[in-house]
């Protein structure tokens, strides 16, 4: 007798494993121990990590945006660039699944996420065609903020926002024997009129649309992402990444305070629009910015920090309340008091150091400007030579040659003083503008020899340009060395302390050592 069997209503026993459907999660419900989700996201912005200074790519990366407003960053390796690049569009939203998990970088963060999302050869990627996501995130930071985390070690990457307060031109650094850098610094002026220059670096300094941004409807809103914090000569700048984007105008609800702001303020007081850029000739030069002392007197200071201005006006009257000249420990830096000792300051040696106010007056107003060496050359003698012809050497007792001024009409160029909480602005004189000096600098014959001395010395109405080779990215650790090379500059250093005529005399030369 045959046993038969049925081979239809047979189960079959098979040894493989079950695989169940992977369920939908948001952002925030995803799990590095846990790889049965998938997501379905907006791709925000994606970009190529590279290192400096040799700008190497080393993967490909991405920002993902949910319906809920999160939002995370993905990586790949290199090799898997192109399919990705070419996957993954931005602004289209995707369903995504088959990814990992990384733990995040302690440096060069973009968002502040504990973990990354990996993409590899399993991963697949299906368009969709819903359209309901955000268009924008951001964690931007106020300018009250900025200086903690620059203290912070592996700070994440900065976010901020502000009106456009200025353009500059693009420069350029270095030479085809080192290295050739081209910068442009775009300053960014919050609610509080304090501004921060954001940096952009080569071909993103070069592509930067002066064209269309001259035609658009100031003010202007500008932010800019994943920027990169430093500070350089004492001041805090942003600088561009890799992973850095900047969006004029972003449909975001910061962008509408902005400009509620503006036009209120703009109602209520004068707006001006100055040319920031130093110009080659010099009747230009002359009267660039030139703005009645009534209107600049109405206006905010911290609105036109280094901007120079131009007026020709009348010199009402010297402070002879104020000290026309001080002196100061070379130690210590304390300021001596004429005709005390000063037991703890070295009182040889020290230099006289001019400090005049006056009154000077346009017709439209009255403004008080501080007036310092070498910027009034043109105007007075040089504060020894005024020494030498006084008898009193009281610094309480103005000379005769400096009360001379008054009634005296120049033109001037100056800027405004650090704001005070009380009073009304006050300036600083930077150049007196009524002869042309006998040689202007030239002009520089080429890309490779940029105007050095003219952006660093000269001006302080720009910002002090950055370093030639750019700093630290989001793709090169915190505590790699840092290697940073300046502009060269022109003419030698001063020896801050030369050895006296005794005691190269007396040096005797040193023994040999005997093997």
Not at 15 to 34: C, K, N
Not at 209 to 222: R, S
Not at 268 to 285: A, C, I, M, Y
Request: with cysteine.
């Amino acid at each position: 007798m045959s046993l038969t069997v049925d081979p239809v209503s047979t189960p079959i026993n098979t040894e493989g494993p079950v695989i169940l459907p992977r369920q939908f999660a948001y952002l925030t419900e995803l799990s590095p121990a846990d790889n049965s989700k998938y997501i379905q996201v907006r791709v925000y912005r994606k970009w190529t990590g590279v290192k400096v200074p040799g700008f190497t790519p080393t993967n490909f990366s991405c920002i993902l945006l949910d319906k809920k407003g999160s939002a995370v960053q993905a990586n790949a390796d290199l090799k898997e660039k192109d399919r990705f690049d070419h996957d993954l569009q931005i602004n289209n939203v995707y369903k995504i699944q088959g990814f990992g998990f990384e733990r995040t970088d302690s440096w060069g963060k973009t968002l502040d996420n504990d973990f990354t999302l990996t993409f590899g050869k399993y991963t697949q990627i299906d368009r969709l065609t819903d359209t309901d996501y955000p268009y924008h995130y951001f964690n931007f930071a106020a300018f009250n903020e900025l200086n903690a985390r620059l203290e912070k070690k592996n700070p994440i990457l900065t976010d901020y926002i502000g009106y456009v307060h200025n353009v500059e031109k693009v420069k350029e650094y270095g030479g085809a024997t080192t290295s050739r850098i081209k910068l442009r610094n775009i300053g960014i002026r919050n609610l509080n009129n304090d501004v921060v220059p954001f940096t952009l670096w080569n071909e993103d300094a070069d592509n930067f649309k002066d064209d269309e941004y001259a035609q658009m409807k100031q003010p202007v809103v500008l932010v800019v992402s994943s920027c990169y914090l430093k500070r350089y000569a004492g001041q805090i700048q942003l600088s561009a990444t890799s992973a850095n984007r900047y969006y004029f105008n972003p449909d975001v609800q910061e962008t509408s305070e902005l400009l509620a702001a503006y036009n209120k303020a703009n109602a209520s007081g004068p707006h001006l629009q100055v040319q920031t850029e130093r110009l080659t000739s010099w009747d230009q030069e002359k009267t660039r910015n030139r703005v009645p002392l009534g209107t600049l007197l109405q206006i905010d200071p911290k609105t036109q920090q280094r901007v120079l201005f131009t007026q020709e006006a009348t010199v009402l009257q010297i402070d002879t309340g104020h000290h026309w000249y001080y002196q100061k420990c070379d130690e210590c830096g304390g300021k001596l008091t004429y005709g005390y000792l000063h037991g703890q300051c070295h009182q040889y040696e020290t230099k006289p150091n001019p400090e005049n106010r006056m009154v000077i007056t346009d017709g439209t107003g009255n403004a008080l400007m501080s007036c310092f060496t070498p910027q009034t050359d043109g105007l007075i003698k040089d504060v020894n030579a005024l020494l030498n012809e006084v008898e009193n050497k009281d610094p309480a007792i103005t000379p005769p040659a400096i009360l001379a001024l008054q009634n005296t009409r120049h033109v001037f160029q100056f800027q405004f003083a650090t704001p005070t909480t009380k009073g009304p602005p006050t300036f600083i004189l930077k150049k007196i503008m009524d002869n042309p000096p006998t040689a202007l600098p030239a002009a520089s014959a080429g890309p490779s020899s940029p105007p050095v001395l003219q952006s660093i010395t000269e001006t302080d109405e720009h910002y002090t340009p950055p370093p030639v080779t750019p700093t630290v990215t989001q793709d090169t650790p915190a505590d790699a060395p840092a290697t940073t090379s300046y502009p060269p500059e022109l003419g030698a250093k001063k020896q801050l302390f030369p050895p006296s005529t005794s005691e190269e005399h007396d040096r005797s030369p040193k023994k040999q050592k005997n093997e």
